[in-house]
């Protein structure tokens, strides 16, 4: 085995040991916020073809007039698009007249592939630009951003540093997890929100990543409540899906962020130290950062932003 390869075994069992965390029993954040909000009916999925044939669910919510800008919005871990985003998406396209696509993620949701998967990591990035090339050319001369929350966020980190990205006009990034290495996650959280298994990182490493990308390696602790009210959740994700959706250098990473951007965080986030996450906007180049806005949302927790933060985002994209 080659010294790189010894490396990142070292580096993964280092991020392992530091990240495992206990799978006892109890939310990691609030769901009362969203629980108790109104329910809100974004129909029944559509569906559009990934380059290997897999069906990929998305939901609209579409401006009653031609909309001023568009955004793709990706979901967080372990969840799916009907997990709490028609807020966000109902209050842009309602009030804003932003036309806003949910899509789920490849084994997530009502899209297909094997629960929690994909085949390779960067399957899920082409997943991305797929979806990025239809909507563009749908709205055509239509400003287009990606956004995304959570995980959700650290896979549009690591799409937009991706050289085969299609371009877009700006970057949306809600409560954003920016991976194991961007030092910003709580220590000692009570309930963490999820647990992995090092041996499958490991060995997923020792075999330069030909073998256990496939196989389970993250567990989230949703509890059993959560899971039996809403059906849709994951209990893990596979090697390759946490690969897709987790930035291995964060910092490098966003500073190669080319349009502008908004980045938000609930003053409350469970999971994230809210100074550490807008500290990001620091690496971006002078030009890109004057045009972009990062905030930390006062009496706000890691979900229930997404009820509030459709005026957020709206400031960044009428600007153009």
């Known amino acids: 085995m080659n010294w790189k390869v010894w490396l990142t075994v070292i580096n993964t069992a280092l991020f392992l040991l530091c990240g495992s965390v206990s799978s006892d029993s109890g939310d990691s954040f609030s769901f009362d916020e969203l629980i108790n909000a109104p329910d809100i009916d974004m129909g029944e ?14 939901y609209v919510k579409a401006p009653t007039a031609a909309p ?16 709490g985003y028609r807020h966000l998406a109902h209050g842009l396209s309602t009030k804003h007249n932003v036309c806003v696509y949910l899509f789920d993620i490849r084994g997530h949701g009502r899209s297909g592939g094997p629960r929690g998967d994909t085949p390779t990591v960067e399957q899920v990035w082409h997943d ?17 951003y990606l956004g995304g929350y959570s995980s959700g966020g650290g896979l549009v980190l690591n799409y937009l540093a991706w050289e085969k990205k299609s371009p877009v006009d700006g970057y949306v990034f809600i409560s954003p997890h ?29 075999s330069q990543g030909k073998e256990y990308g496939n196989t389970p390696a993250v567990y989230f602790n949703y509890t059993e409540e959560r899971l039996q009210s809403s059906p849709l959740l994951l209990r893990y994700i596979t090697c390759n899906m946490s690969y897709a959706v987790t930035p291995q250098n964060p910092q490098k990473q966003f500073k190669k962020i080319d349009k502008k951007f908004a980045l938000f965080v609930g003053e409350n986030d469970e999971l994230f130290i809210p100074e550490k996450v807008t500290a990001y906007a620091d690496l971006a180049g002078e030009t890109v950062k004057k045009q972009s806005t990062a905030e ?12 509030c933060v459709d005026e957020l985002i709206y400031k960044v994209i009428k600007e153009q």
Do not use: C, Q, W
Request: proline share 3%; aromatic share 10%.
């Open 296 to 307: 930390i949302v006062k009496g706000e927790g890691h979900l229930s932003v997404l009820l």
């Open 68 to 83: 001023e800008a568009v955004l793709i919005f990706i979901h967080g871990g372990g969840a799916h698009s009907a997990a």
């Open 45 to 58: 999925p559509r569906f559009f073809t990934a380059t290997d044939g897999v069906k990929i669910a998305y």
């Open 178 to 206: 920016f991976g194991y290495k961007s030092g910003t996650e709580r220590k000692n959280i009570k309930h963490p929100f999820a647990r992995v298994d090092m041996d499958v990182f490991i060995a997923n490493a020792v």
């Open 128 to 144: 991305v630009k797929t979806f990025n090339d239809r909507i563009r050319a749908k709205h055509k001369g239509v400003p287009l």
